[in-house]
């Protein structure tokens, strides 16, 4: 009677990060789920032909799930489709490459299972989501999927001052939009284990020079100014893309594989 108290059946909905298989015919399904956190559960069945939902759990696709709590993985037992992601990303390597990049990441960034992680759940579908449309460059939607990922994981880089002793950027900032000036930029060099921006006393070795529009860019992708990221010269966005990845993955301990496959897109 003990045993089947912990014993229940829930209902929850989530993206597939990654599968595995297991056995002759069965698979573990990796989600976030919008309520439970990060999940993993086993699909009984799901790699025969006759599956009744095998196609519906593979990765990218938003599921709305029926499962029962087991002693190690949970069993789903029903999976819907909600919205299936990953379609326009099957003929387009780069959008492929950067979805699977925002998968893993969301993976990393929530180590704990069944912690709640809504907001990160929710970034992942706008990421996924916008992504699917087509509307921006796939490298900025990541490099804004990534900074904002990290922020809500309390690691938002410090980009209006210096983050080891606070200095303010000199000049404030300029016009409404709230993006620091370009002169008073260049007196501040980015500090991955500082946590972004350092003041010339504050500098240690290694430290990069980003460009000022580099890291203006960086402060709109936060803040979700995309006609400023859309505007953005290539060459300011790659410098971007460099650093983003290179904070993401100091702060995680850990290298994002799937960003190899992104630079060459």
Same mark, same amino acid.
């Given at each position: 009677?003990r045993?089947?108290?912990? =014993?229940?059946?829930?209902?929850?909905?989530?993206?597939?990060?990654?599968?595995?298989k297991?056995g002759?015919?069965? /698979?573990?399904?990796?989600?976030l789920?919008?309520?439970?956190? /990060?999940?993993?559960?086993?699909a009984?069945g799901v790699?025969?032909?006759?599956s009744r939902?095998?196609?519906r759990l593979e990765? *990218?696709?938003?599921?709305?799930l029926? &499962?029962?709590t087991?002693?190690?993985?949970d069993?789903?037992?029903?999976?819907?489709?909600?919205?299936?992601?990953?379609? !326009? *990303? $099957?003929?387009?390597? !780069?959008?492929?490459?950067t979805?699977?990049?925002?998968?893993?990441t969301?993976?990393?960034?929530?180590? =704990?299972?069944k912690?709640?992680?809504? /907001?990160? *759940? &929710?970034?992942? =579908?706008?990421?996924?989501?916008?992504l699917?449309?087509?509307?921006?460059?796939?490298?900025?939607?990541?490099?804004?999927?990534l900074l904002?990922? &990290?922020? =809500?994981?309390g690691y938002a880089?410090?980009?209006?001052?210096?983050?080891t002793?606070g %200095?303010?950027v000199a000049?404030?900032?300029?016009g409404?939009?709230?993006?620091?000036?370009? %002169?008073?930029l260049?007196?501040?060099? *980015?500090?991955?284990?500082?946590?972004?921006?350092?003041?010339?006393s504050?500098? $240690?070795?290694?430290?990069?020079t980003?460009?000022?529009?580099?890291?203006a860019?960086m402060?709109?992708?936060?803040r979700?100014?995309?006609?400023?990221?859309?505007?953005?010269e290539r060459?300011?966005?790659?410098?971007c893309s460099?650093?983003?990845?290179?904070?993401?993955?100091?702060h &995680?301990?850990?290298?994002i594989?799937?960003l190899?496959h992104v630079?060459?897109?």
């Open positions: 009677m045993d089947n108290d912990r =014993v229940g059946i829930y209902r929850d909905d989530g993206i597939v990060l990654r599968t595995q297991l002759e015919a069965d /698979r573990i399904v990796t989600l789920a919008r309520r439970t956190g /990060r999940v993993r559960a086993v009984k790699r025969r032909t006759k939902f095998g196609a990765p *990218f696709t938003h599921v709305d029926l &499962l029962y087991g002693r190690s993985l069993v789903i037992t029903q999976a819907d489709t909600v919205r299936p992601y990953g379609k !326009p *990303f $099957a003929s387009d390597y !780069p959008r492929y490459t979805g699977t990049a925002m998968l893993e969301a993976e990393k960034l929530t180590p =704990v299972e912690e709640p992680a809504m /907001r990160q *759940f &929710l970034l992942l =579908v706008g990421g996924l989501r916008a699917g449309d087509g509307a921006h460059d796939p490298r900025l939607i990541l490099d804004a999927y904002r990922s &990290l922020a =809500v994981a880089p410090v980009l209006e001052e210096c983050a002793c %200095t303010r000049d404030g900032t300029a409404a939009e709230g993006a620091v000036t370009s %002169t008073a260049r007196a501040f060099a *980015f500090a991955i284990g500082a946590g972004g921006l350092v003041c010339r504050c500098r $240690a070795p290694g430290a990069a980003p460009a000022p529009q580099t890291v860019l402060s709109a992708l936060l979700g100014d995309w006609a400023h990221a859309d505007g953005s060459r300011h966005q790659a410098e460099g650093l983003v990845a290179a904070y993401l993955q100091w &995680l301990e850990h290298s594989r799937s190899r630079e060459h897109a």
